[in-house]
């Protein structure tokens, strides 16, 4: 994993512009602890910064190739791991090819220089990644197909910036941290849209996307997505297809030459994973295992309606059945209370996001996972795609005619809830997320022979996994790499979505639970108590002293005149949450509410403006 920012200017000669490269230099140290390099020419700077994980010694970025005068042509900035990099790279010495390491960095150079950008239809994998063609004077950048590694652009009359993160683009001086309108509605709608920004002027490469920049201007086009495909394998082919792939993952995943580990949540999800890394250690080493939990819930976890069973108990059972050498974080109300925690948080994803109290345990708990480990195994991605989460099943999440995620809680305008009246009237959210849907619904594919169960179904299915996915592989992503840790996801990998997106509903849910397919695929591999556990998310804290710590935040934000969020509040709604034993929760404010005025505190605090 890197972190890769870059600037191509047709107007101005970049050469001798070392302020510039210097400030590209410092924007993502996190992504790339381990080097930084430059590669400066009149049009074109690259500067990538790398983490080390496979060949330590070779991989050096930027890549560069030659012609056959010894003229430099193709130069590359990569970031991400090609999971096929070994088949490739056969492949291309068959094609005349030459390396000089062994890394999957030079593979994608050579992929390229043999194919072009269609090089990225042949590569399995998570990767993000800029290639400057000398020759045609010609940026390219390519994104994964479930965008698992972010990849953000802005276009301006002086130039074209890419980059990781938005912040990386700042430091190009083409674009700033401004959020406009659409920003703001972004935001804090809950209903990521591919392509879109928070900030102004910037855009993301969708997943899936080539971007082509040169003298003639911008194109986009798509190298993949998902496609509707008759299913032909019966329930008990399906289910040892489904054991198959798994295994070819991880297999391939597993591969490092820096110490690797996992997540364990005591879930299926993360548990399954586990299962198949430690079965492909086969010994040789004892699996690392990592879990948080929150230091409350040890003594005074209550089921709720999504919660059913806290994951200490479940986790516990997988350690001793996997004998995995296991450490258990324990996060305490001070702790997601810290203000430098928050705002850390904030910093690391570039906007508020929906739950900080999951936000700042995830970003501690990648914190310790780097202190033994570099490469975590994760079980995110599975419950999009296999059908894990309440709303593919309870009827009135399925039948709501908005994104299933807001079903219920759009009511409680659970993240806008203390923006101002007026201007929530005025951004009109509830337009903003019907046409989103809209559009949403407009893209799914479809064969056209489908029942209407089995279509709202994938039309749920493909929501989930274009859009609610992004907030998960966001979040995976941007805390992970605060803490400079690289997360693989063997849910993600294409070959498999593109299998099971095409299974019949039917099947997905043949023992009438949640992903029941995936349940059966692994049913050999985990105990009896974990293999039958009810979903439960990623859990949120019950501690009423956090409630009270956040209300004592805004507090202290309403008193200071100076902080620049108050203009963005509304007085009574922030009131209602500060003095009603309710917690404002009787005037749409919810604890998730109070949080987004807590992070849009933060973020206002760090240099970003809002223009309306």
């Not at 809680?409 to 923006?419: D, Q, Y």
């Amino acid at each position: 994993m890197c972190g890769i920012v870059g600037l191509v200017s047709f107007v101005d000669d970049l050469s001798g512009r070392q302020d510039l490269v210097t400030a590209m230099r410092d924007a993502l140290p996190l992504r790339g602890p381990d080097a930084v390099s430059e590669w400066v020419s009149p049009c074109a700077v690259f500067v990538p910064r790398r983490l080390a994980v496979v060949d330590l010694e070779g991989g050096h970025q930027p890549a560069i190739a030659t012609d056959a005068e010894g003229r430099e042509s193709v130069v590359l900035s990569y970031t991400g791991e090609v999971f096929n990099f070994t088949e490739l790279r056969d492949e291309l010495r068959r094609r005349g090819h030459e390396f000089r390491d062994r890394s999957d960095t030079e593979v994608v150079l050579r992929a390229y220089q043999e194919w072009g950008p269609a090089c990225a239809e042949r590569l399995r994998g998570m990767f993000a990644f800029a290639v400057w063609d000398v020759r045609r004077e010609e940026l390219v950048l390519v994104r994964d197909r479930f965008g698992i590694y972010p990849l953000f652009y802005a276009e301006t009359p002086r130039g074209f910036a890419f980059g990781s993160e938005p912040k990386a683009l700042f430091t190009t001086g083409l674009v700033g941290p401004v959020v406009d309108r659409e920003g703001l509605l972004e935001a804090f709608s809950f209903t990521p849209t591919p392509g879109y920004s928070v900030f102004k002027h910037t855009r993301e490469v969708i997943p899936g996307e080539v971007v082509r920049y040169g003298r003639n201007g911008v194109s986009r086009a798509r190298y993949w997505q998902f496609a509707p495909a008759a299913h032909t394998d019966d329930l008990a082919a399906t289910e040892r297809r489904v054991r198959e792939l798994l295994e070819d993952i991880v297999r391939r995943q597993v591969e490092a030459d820096v110490p690797i580990s996992s997540m364990l949540s005591g879930g299926l999800d993360s548990s399954a994973v586990c299962a198949l890394v430690n079965r492909q250690l086969g010994g040789q080493a004892p699996l690392r295992t990592f879990s948080m939990e929150f230091a409350y819930h040890l003594e005074n976890f209550r089921p709720d309606e999504v919660h059913d069973s806290a994951d200490a108990p479940y986790v516990h059972q997988m350690v001793a059945h996997l004998g995995s050498e296991h450490r258990e974080l324990l996060i305490h109300r001070d702790d997601l209370a810290d203000p430098r925690a928050q705002a850390e948080v904030v910093r690391a994803m570039d906007r508020p996001a929906a739950g900080l109290d999951m936000y700042v345990s995830l970003h501690r708990l990648s914190q310790e996972v780097r202190k033994f480990s570099t490469v975590t195994l994760t079980g995110d991605g599975s419950d999009e795609l296999f059908g894990g989460y309440v709303w593919f099943h309870d009827p009135f999440y399925v039948d709501s005619k908005t994104f299933p995620w807001l079903g219920a809680s759009h009511r409680m305008e659970f993240l806008s809830g203390l923006l101002d009246r007026k201007l929530y009237a005025e951004l009109d959210f509830p337009g903003y997320v019907r046409e989103r849907y809209r559009e949403a619904l407009a893209e799914v594919p479809l064969s056209g022979d489908e029942s209407p169960r089995e279509r709202r179904m994938r039309e749920i299915t493909y929501l989930n996994m274009t859009r609610y996915l992004r907030v998960v592989l966001d979040r995976k992503d941007r805390l992970g790499m605060a803490a400079s840790v690289e997360g693989r996801v063997p849910f993600c990998d294409h070959e498999l979505a593109e299998y099971v997106y095409n299974v019949p509903w039917e099947m997905k849910v043949a023992d009438g639970r949640e992903k029941s397919l995936l349940r059966a695929a692994v049913r050999d591999l985990l105990p009896a108590a974990v293999l039958e556990r009810k979903k439960s998310p990623y859990p949120t804290v019950q501690d009423p002293a956090y409630r009270i710590a956040l209300r004592e935040q805004l507090r202290a934000i309403r008193a200071d005149r100076s902080a620049p969020v108050n203009e963005l509040l509304d007085a009574d709604r922030v009131d209602s949450a500060l003095y009603e034993a309710s917690f404002g929760l009787r005037a749409g404010v919810t604890r998730m509410s109070v949080e987004a005025a807590v992070q849009l505190h933060h973020w206002l605090s760090s240099g970003v403006t809002v223009e309306l």
